[in-house]
């Protein structure tokens, strides 16, 4: 048995496909919006999601896939949808959809769909809130803390801090930081980085605590944690 979250905002197919994952031995639970289904996603443990493409309130489905998949979270998801048109395939799998089912469709397709994404799934620990010592950075809710004490970052301060992060104890150099933070080709002198990295040890950096963030002369920095 496999703990499948559909998320589905028209109530009659959610509760057809929720009886049909049922009736194969599934453990299913609903959501009726894309910012519900997200909550629940992230709070809860799934072996599969079923998400509708179309949803209300402002997150569509494939806002919900790749919001889960820039956190780490790679649980297999089926995006369900009227839209049929190879363009809107692409887009499905390109935003992090495993699956892309059109409706109408029938149930035995559907079950047996779910089925392959669990075969090809190994359960992965979920990562989203990194830890370097005393600092935390939460993907989920872009909250960051140090020995407990709020820190308000700017965008692009937090994708900085978090690429830092997600490299701990290795040498970062510009061209790396600029290229996978900026998504920029790093081809010319610039101290865009070094301005920003200034930024960011002011806010983060503490007299009461070691320094975080350290400078690798001639190469770049460096984020490590004494201990």
């Not at 820190?151 to 104890?169: C, D, K, S, V």
């Not at 790396?176 to 080709?185: G, P, S, T």
């Not at 790093?186 to 975080?212: F, G, M, W």
Request: net charge negative; proline share 4%.
């Amino acid at each position: 048995m496999a703990r499948i979250l559909i998320v589905e905002d028209d109530a009659q197919t959610a509760e057809e496909v929720a009886a049909a994952l049922t009736d194969h031995g599934h453990d299913v639970t609903l959501a009726g919006t894309g910012r519900e289904g997200l909550l629940i996603a992230a709070a809860e443990s799934f072996d599969a999601l079923v998400v509708d493409r179309m949803l209300p309130g402002g997150m569509d489905g494939l806002t919900i896939v790749s919001t889960l998949r820039a956190t780490g979270d790679d649980v297999p998801v089926l995006v369900l949808s009227a839209l049929s048109d190879v363009g809107e395939r692409v887009r499905g799998l390109k935003a992090g959809g495993d699956d892309y089912l059109v409706k109408p469709f029938e149930f035995l397709e559907l079950t047996a769909r779910v089925d392959a994404l669990l075969r090809r799934h190994t359960a992965p620990q979920r990562e989203t809130v990194l830890r370097v010592g005393d600092l935390e950075l939460d993907l989920l809710t872009q909250a960051v803390r140090r020995g407990g004490r709020s820190i308000e970052l700017l965008p692009r301060e937090f994708r900085l801090l978090e690429y830092l992060m997600r490299h701990a104890g290795q040498i970062v150099t510009r061209t790396m930081m600029f290229e996978e933070v900026w998504h920029y080709h790093y081809d010319e002198p610039t101290n865009v980085i070094d301005v920003h990295v200034s930024k960011l040890r002011r806010k983060i950096e503490r007299a009461d605590a070691p320094q975080l963030i350290q400078t690798v002369r001639g190469s770049g920095y460096m984020l490590h944690a004494p201990g």
